[in-house]
């Protein structure tokens, strides 16, 4: 059945051709019933400086090259600060300071004294959250509602909890010893970048391991001021180490020989790039790569509920998250209420300035990220999908894309199967649970899904023959640092969070054994 045909109000969908696609930057037709006062955070708290240098041994050292890379305000385009470029003499460096500090300092400590330190950092992270927070949303351009509630908050709980574990390890492997592995080679996206930190660090810290960090190109800020935290928390030089730079910065991480586990979260494609490159090393390797999550409403839920689940799910960090519900399916019997509801719904979505705190939908990452979803978007239109974009006046500057969704979707559409990374929804239906659980599964990803039924046994039943790694239900994008996250298939392997996180970062018996 097409999709689209269902709902009652075609007309103010666009219509699939090129055209018909607004430009970006340009007012589409007026939305608000009423505005708001603007809200903005101060920025005035804090200082960004004009130059992050490299945290290699404890100390912030000048890259070799004498190269610094500007990073920028996305919702502006203006200049923060200049960042270092490591090159592979100064990851040699970082690599050289964190294998010293695990052979003569870190792998020696008594457990209970790393505990020590990595609940110091979850303190440090507290105190200095709005700072962070403000940072975060100044170069990722998430809304500061995100950054302050979520991404800062979640990195301060993942040091806790894993400070927690440090020395209670032999619980993790019942009946097996354990052991660190020795340095950890760690590789950042752009999308949550404190956040992802945090991921990395603090359980590879717990574990005994000392660690250097690539946080992404356009979003090093955070990093560098979690350097500032590390250094404050007196944790002993060397342990660990962050690198800023591009892609060659991240694979001479990955490649160094002294390295002996890589940690990445970012594409599918750079993911199989450094698995390739691994093969063969003998180095542990665990890949948290992209999603294409299905997102299914079965005729018995709770609308209302499951709309802000639809919210979270997609326009939420404007949708650049590997979990992200890009996929929904709505049973046939209610799509027509969906739709509206949802049109409804995206219609008071506040796009705009990331750090007022009205803002729900902030800028998009980078100019690249944002010509990667206006390529998929036209290629969705081409394809013959219908496109609705809240109608909303984005600004001038800076790198802006509307929430929308797609009707009429069809699942061999590229925007049903690619990841968009971006405010873009592509809305199928189905007739029976077992269709849903079919057409979820018809992806190259497994990394996240979400159901919405009252029936418990129905719960039971899609989420056992979904294949994704983390299935909400009756909920979406849930997190906390006592759950484990990662995926199957093309969405990578090994788990972060929980015990299951501490596993990748330690060597057990058995694993010795074989
Ligand atoms: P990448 O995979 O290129 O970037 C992730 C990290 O890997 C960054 O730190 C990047 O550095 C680094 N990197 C890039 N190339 C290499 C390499 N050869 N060896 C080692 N490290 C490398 O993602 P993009 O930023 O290009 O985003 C592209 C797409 O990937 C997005 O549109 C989205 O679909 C997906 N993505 C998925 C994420 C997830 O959470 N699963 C996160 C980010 C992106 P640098 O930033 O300097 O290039």
Redesign the pocket.
């Known amino acids: 059945m097409g999709d689209g045909a269902q709902d009652g109000r075609p007309t103010n969908f666009q219509k699939p051709c090129l055209h018909n696609y607004a430009p970006l930057n340009k007012m589409t037709t007026p939305s608000r019933e009423w505005d708001y006062a603007p809200a903005p955070e101060a920025t005035d708290h804090f200082r960004i400086r004009g130059r992050y240098d490299l945290f290699i041994g404890g100390r912030f050292v000048e890259p070799r090259s004498g190269r610094y890379r500007r990073t920028i305000n996305p919702a502006n385009e203006k200049v923060l600060s200049r960042v270092a470029e490591a090159a592979e003499g100064d990851v040699d460096r970082a690599v050289r300071a964190a294998r010293r500090a695990y052979e003569r300092i870190w792998s020696r400590m008594p457990a209970r004294e790393r505990a020590k330190y990595i609940y110091r950092i979850a303190r440090l992270i507290q105190e200095r959250s709005r700072e962070l927070a403000v940072i975060e949303t100044m170069n990722g351009g998430k809304p500061i509602r995100e950054s302050r509630d979520v991404d800062v908050p979640l990195a301060a709980a993942h040091f806790f909890y894993y400070a927690g574990w440090a020395d209670k390890l032999k619980f993790a492997v019942p009946a097996r010893g354990v052991r660190p592995l020795g340095v950890a080679a760690q ?5 949550f970048p404190l956040l992802m930190a945090a991921w990395k660090l603090a359980p590879a810290l717990a574990c005994g391991n000392t660690c250097v960090l ?5 979003t090093p800020l955070t990093a560098m001021h979690l350097a500032q935290i590390i250094q404050e928390a007196d944790l002993p030089p060397g342990v660990v180490n962050i690198v800023t ?3 060659r ?3 001479a ?2 490649r160094h020989p002294s390295v002996d586990k890589v940690a ?4 599918t ?3 199989k ?2 698995q390739r490159m691994l093969a063969g090393t003998g180095k542990r390797l665990t890949l ?4 294409k999550a299905a997102h299914i409403i079965c005729d018995d839920a709770p609308l209302d509920q499951a709309m802000e689940g639809v919210i979270a799910g997609i326009y939420s960090n404007q949708g650049h998250v ?1 979990c992200a519900g890009s996929r929904l399916f709505v049973q046939e019997g209610i799509y027509p209420l969906v739709i509206r509801k949802l049109r409804d719904r995206i219609r008071t979505l506040r796009v705009g300035d990331p750090l007022d705190k009205n803002t729900d939908v902030g800028a998009i990452n980078s100019r690249a ?1 944002l010509e ?1 979803i206006e390529e998929l978007v036209a290629s969705g239109v081409s394809e013959g999908a219908r496109l609705y974009r809240q109608p909303c006046r984005l600004p001038r500057k800076g790198f802006w894309f509307p929430p929308s969704f797609f009707t009429g979707v069809s699942s061999t559409h590229r925007i049903a199967q690619e ?1 968009i ?1 971006g405010p873009v929804l592509s809305i199928m239906t189905f007739r029976s649970p077992e269709e849903a659980i079919e057409r979820a599964n018809n992806t190259p990803y497994g990394l996240s899904a979400g159901v919405w039924t009252e029936k418990g046994a129905r719960i039971f039943k899609i989420a056992s023959k979904v294949r994704a790694g983390v299935i909400w239900a009756n909920t979406y994008n849930k997190f906390d640092p006592s759950s484990p996250f990662g995926g199957y298939k093309e969405s990578g392997f090994g788990r972060e969070g929980g015990v299951a996180g501490l596993l990748p970062y330690l060597l057990t018996t058995q694993v010795d054994r074989l």
């Open positions: 590789v950042i996206p752009w999308n690539k946080p992404a190109e356009t730079g591009d892609g910065t991240g694979a991480l990955a990445f979260t970012g594409s494609e750079v993911g790039l450094i948290e790569l992209g999603g590997c990220q990667r990841e990374f």
